[in-house]
């Protein structure tokens, strides 16, 4: 199975909104609505941010919000702020059970 | 809280089978999937596989001919063997819960590095 694409890296100033694209195919992404997203810090474990496309856990905030057309999933970050630099990374369930991870995109926040 | 906590050694040789366990607390080994992920250094994450508590299993596709993983329900614990490690296979491996209800890994143990060397 081939890794979910995402950019490399987006940026944005404090306060600013941006939006991160994760593309599968419809063996993936596209055919199902369990793609979650994932926040990580240098050096700690993965967060979840995002699951089933578009919800939040308690205790996220509500400026973390995700969507999905197609074979896109994508994940928007508004009011950025400076706590929000990390890596982020999608994920989504398969066509054969299994799971899919995308590469992952730096945020930086200038 | 649900907690999870990966055990095992931090250096394999080139070759041979890189073990690791995921001791769980806080949460039913028997209510949920339990996932193994990985992810090399500076590099993005891998998911390697999952159990559920009956023993079903699903790996991925690019290491399925390497890789077993066990579930010991009496011990809340699930297991990683990962056979014929290369310089490829080290990474900091994590145990996660694969929550059936979210379709999410919620839960993440802190992570575990091993590295591959003679």
């Known amino acids: 199975q081939s890794a979910l694409t995402q950019p490399a890296s987006v940026s944005g100033s404090p306060g600013q909104s941006i939006t991160i694209s994760c593309t599968g195919t419809s063996s993936d992404v596209g055919g199902y609505k369990y793609v979650s997203w994932y926040q990580q810090h240098p050096g700690k474990d993965p967060k979840l941010m995002i699951y089933d496309v578009s919800n939040r856990p308690s205790g996220v905030s509500n400026r973390f919000s995700g969507s999905k057309s197609g074979n896109t999933a994508s994940l928007t970050i508004s009011g950025l702020q400076a706590e929000d630099e990390a890596d982020y990374y999608c994920s989504s369930y398969t066509s054969t059970s299994t799971r899919v991870f995308g590469g992952g995109t730096k945020l930086t926040v200038l | 809280q649900v907690q999870l906590q990966e055990s095992g050694p931090g250096l394999v040789k080139p070759s041979e089978t890189l073990s690791l366990t995921c001791t769980v607390s806080?949460?039913?080994?028997?209510?949920?999937?339990w996932s193994w992920i990985r992810q090399p250094p500076g590099k993005g994450l891998e998911w390697i596989g999952y159990?559920?508590?009956?023993?079903?299993?699903s790996y991925n596709p690019s290491l399925k001919s390497r890789v077993t993983i066990s579930v010991d329900t009496s011990k809340s614990q699930f297991s990683l063997k990962l056979s014929s490690v290369t310089a490829a296979d080290t990474a900091v491996y994590y145990c996660a819960r694969d929550s059936a209800i979210l379709d999410a890994f919620d839960f993440w143990g802190q992570g575990t590095m091993v590295t591959v060397s003679s």
């Open positions: 806080g949460s039913s080994i028997s209510s949920s999937y």
């Open positions: 159990i559920y508590y009956s023993g079903s299993t």
